[in-house]
């Protein structure tokens, strides 16, 4: 801790007397016609604590012969989890004395932006603290700390983040003027007596003296409090008083010496955890935390490296931590009450929780896939609105040109078939008392049925199409369904799976032809058939060496089966190749592919809220690779 430059006065202080303490400057540099301010986004003299597996230590940053990028997001607080959270962008990064200066752009169409540029104008200012990712680094020990301090010397910018106290003191909205307003603190404090000193220094001087006396005077106080609560004498008090640790420091070294205690005769337990290695990266640490949680009921899970620090964490430990890195005590707190305050008093704790329960859905969701799917093309869509679905033909052949004659003009035919998305989805809750007792067997077993089941509502919205208009399929855009005589992809009447009946299948689809009528040549590849059907159709697939020529099985190992448990009935199908010939279409949001998992903490429910949700759809936009038989 910096020496307290003594406060100038013309007669000693008074022990309870009131003294005065500088405001924050305010942001002069601000802009009301563009909305913008210039800020401080880190400097490289502020230690900020990290922890490793190693344990803690002081990371430097370093912004010499560093690239920015053009322009990075501002965010709220470091919310990465929504759109709702941008509150506009920062541009013209570049290394000021050492120090990494930007320009804020707010925007104008965010209330809280709307809010924030008038606290602005008003003089008021706010913390900036910044989101990245360390490249390289160095790491030394202080000589006279015997601390170890790591300087990241190349770094990948993310994002900036307006914020109420930032890790980075110096960090914050600048001013082109540095004048300083003392303003009279509401609390007393009691001082040291200090001998007199120059009564000429400079109000900034005095109110810088001031502020460190109260901030040290208040750490004092938290730390006796923290002792107080944890049982420990003033000896330990005197220690980290004398050691200008902060309040943080004191906690972990309370934690620290209670555990010491609390272990057997010559057995020291180490207890202290760290949740990442980044603690400006929250998102990451979710990732890793969460990942280390579903290893924990998946022991066939492979972890990552970065997450290998985790294993073993209990619901209660990953609590504890969130609450710590947030800079909120937990001594003497229940469990229950850890709990409860993680959930509502920080982001990353009921992402972690949806984290590693989402991970035992999407597993689930990928392991059931549906026989229907193998039939058909994979999409992404836009947006909700109708998908138009155009099939161009083949077009004219190629005429003759003669010797100076002109080509002549082709044209194409095209028909039009549509589909849309719709959202399907639910919601379950991961109760407090489960979490309290750590039971995450309770919630990955209902993850993985919500698994199974977004799994298998894709598949029954296929078939559901499939067999819509009494087994004949949906409309088509020319008012007639799927199977038709007029498609030349019906059987005329029911039969069994045998030669004969697939060469007329076969035969069907080599006979269609394109919107001009030009021969198009489809090869049938898949058929699809129900639980009924599926040993009839096993038995005409398989290989056989045949005693005579006429015993010859021409459609062994050229069609592949594919069983849908949905499809009820003697009905089978035979289709093209999904990716020769357009037939069957199903589609996702685009950036959404499969199943979406969202968590939040519960406030109608006593717990953590888990939602599934899928944008799913899907149509027939061909009728020409797909035949169909009534079965017997």
């Known amino acids: 801790m910096n020496a307290v430059t003594p406060i100038a006065a013309s007669e000693p202080m008074a022990e309870e007397a009131i003294i005065t303490r500088a405001l924050p400057q305010a942001a002069t540099s601000w802009n009301a016609e563009t909305w913008t301010v210039d800020a401080t986004l880190a400097t490289p003299g502020a230690g900020v604590t990290r922890y490793d597996a190693r344990g803690e230590y002081s990371e430097f940053l370093s912004f010499e012969n560093q690239s920015w990028p053009v322009q990075i997001p ?90 109420t106290i930032p890790a980075d003191r110096s960090a914050g909205l600048r001013s082109h003027s540095m004048t300083v307003i003392p303003a009279p603190v509401e609390m007393p404090v009691s001082t040291p007596a200090s001998p007199p000193v120059n009564a000429a220094a400079s109000t900034q001087e005095r109110a810088e003296a001031a502020n460190t006396i109260v901030d040290r005077a208040a750490v004092n106080g938290e730390i006796r409090s923290i002792a107080r609560l944890s049982g420990l004498d003033q000896a330990w008090v005197d220690s980290q008083i004398d050691g200008n640790a902060t309040a943080d420091n004191a906690r972990q070294a309370a934690f620290a010496a209670m555990s010491q205690r609390a272990a057997p005769a010559g057995q020291v337990r180490n207890t202290s955890i760290s949740i990442g290695t980044d603690p400006s990266d929250p998102e990451l640490r979710v990732r890793q935390v969460g990942e280390a949680l ?46 409860e305050r993680a959930m509502h008093a920080t982001s990353d704790f009921p992402l972690i929780l949806g984290d590693a329960v989402g991970r035992t859905l999407r597993e689930s969701y990928r392991a059931a896939p549906s026989g229907l799917k193998l039939l058909g093309r994979k999409t ?55 979490i309290v007792n750590d039971d995450l067997g309770a919630f990955t077993d209902l993850a993985r049925r919500l698994g199974q089941a977004a799994a298998a509502t894709e598949a029954q919205i296929l078939v559901d199409l499939l067999v819509s208009g009494s087994g004949n399929g949906p409309t088509m855009s020319d008012g007639k369904p799927l199977f038709h005589a007029d498609h030349g992809n019906k059987a005329t009447s029911g039969s069994a799976i045998s030669v004969g009946s697939l ?9 269609q032809v394109g919107l ?56 089978w199908y035979v289709s093209a190749d999904p990716a020769t010939v357009d037939g069957l279409e199903y589609a996702y949001l685009e950036g959404e592919e499969g199943v979406v998992i969202e968590t939040k903490a519960g406030f109608e429910v006593d717990g953590v809220q888990v939602k599934a949700r899928v944008d799913f759809g899907a149509g027939f936009v061909d009728h020409r690779g797909w035949y169909t038989n009534a079965g017997a």
């Open 294 to 339: 579903y290893a924990r009921h998946n022991p066939g899970h492979q972890l990552s490296e970065p997450a290998r620090q985790f294993f073993g964490l209990s619901t209660l430990d990953i609590a504890r931590e969130s609450l710590r890195l947030r800079g909120m005590a937990t001594t003497g707190l229940s469990a229950a009450t850890i709990v």
């Open 74 to 163: 501002l965010l709220d607080s470091h919310r990465r989890d929504s759109i709702d959270a941008r509150l506009g962008s920062v541009d013209t990064l570049r290394a000021v004395g050492g120090e990494l200066h930007g320009r804020i752009r707010l925007s104008r169409h965010h209330p809280l932006s709307q809010r924030i540029a008038a606290e602005i104008a008003d003089g008021h200012t706010l913390g900036v603290s910044i989101g990245y990712i360390t490249r390289e680094q160095r790491e030394r020990t202080n000589p006279s700390t015997k601390r170890r301090e790591m300087t990241a010397t190349r770094l990948d910018l993310l994002e900036a983040s307006l914020v």
């Open 380 to 434: 992404t869509a836009r947006d909700f609105r109708t998908k138009h679905r155009l099939q161009i033909s083949e077009g004219p052949r190629l005429k003759q040109v003669v010797e100076g004659g002109e080509f002549e003009q082709g044209t194409f035919d095209e028909a039009k078939e549509s589909y849309k998305l719709s959202t399907w989805g639910r919601i379950f809750s991961i109760s407090r008392t489960a």
């Open 503 to 511: 060469s007329i299948a076969r035969s069907a689809l080599r006979k």
């Open 516 to 571: 001009t009528g030009e021969a198009i040549d489809i090869s049938p590849r898949y058929i699809l058939v129900g639980p009924d059907k599926e040993t009839e159709a096993e038995q005409l697939l398989t290989v056989l060496n045949p005693a005579k020529a006429e015993d010859t099985n021409p459609f062994a190992g050229k069609l592949a089966i594919a069983v849908d448990a949905r499809l009820t009935g003697n009905r």
